[in-house]
């Protein structure tokens, strides 16, 4: 299991831009070994994944954010970052990051099978 803890979330106008992050700690394995994700729940509605990076660095993102979003981790850091541009107002919501030791990418993902979750972050778009 591994301790998450994402920051980074705020207010921001439509068009703007964030970068989150997600600090890991107490973690078994190494820190690269582990497929990382971010996902996403607005209110009233169900949690959604965004992005995910594997252990062999491929990434994925839901359509919804192809071309706005980009998700990466530095290893050295142990930490995972999502940039985000172009914000919509869909976009808001409480971020939160997860990682797993099993490589799957968006299979994962649209299990939404993490072994671990962090606390999220709010992000809240605006006009």
């Known amino acids: 299991q591994m301790q998450l803890e994402e920051s980074g979330g705020g207010s921001v106008q439509v068009g703007g831009s964030l970068r989150l992050s997600c600090e890991g700690s107490?973690?078994?394995?190494?820190?690269?070994?582990?497929?990382m994700a971010w996902f996403r729940q607005a209110p009233g509605k169900e949690r959604e994944g965004v992005a995910v990076?594997?252990?062999?660095?491929?990434?994925a993102y839901a359509d919804s954010v192809k071309g706005r979003f980009t998700i990466s981790k530095d290893n050295a850091k142990n930490t995972l970052y999502l940039q985000m541009n172009s914000l919509k107002l869909e976009d808001t919501g409480m971020y939160y990051c997860?990682?797993?030791?099993?490589?799957?990418?968006?299979?994962?993902?649209?299990?939404?099978?993490?072994?671990?979750w962090g606390q999220g972050t709010q992000v809240t778009v605006s006009e």
């Open positions: 990076i594997d252990s062999d660095g491929s990434t």
């Open positions: 107490e973690f078994y394995y190494d820190y690269s070994s582990y497929c």
């Open positions: 997860a990682s797993d030791q099993r490589s799957g990418g968006w299979w994962l993902v649209q299990r939404q099978d993490f072994y671990s």
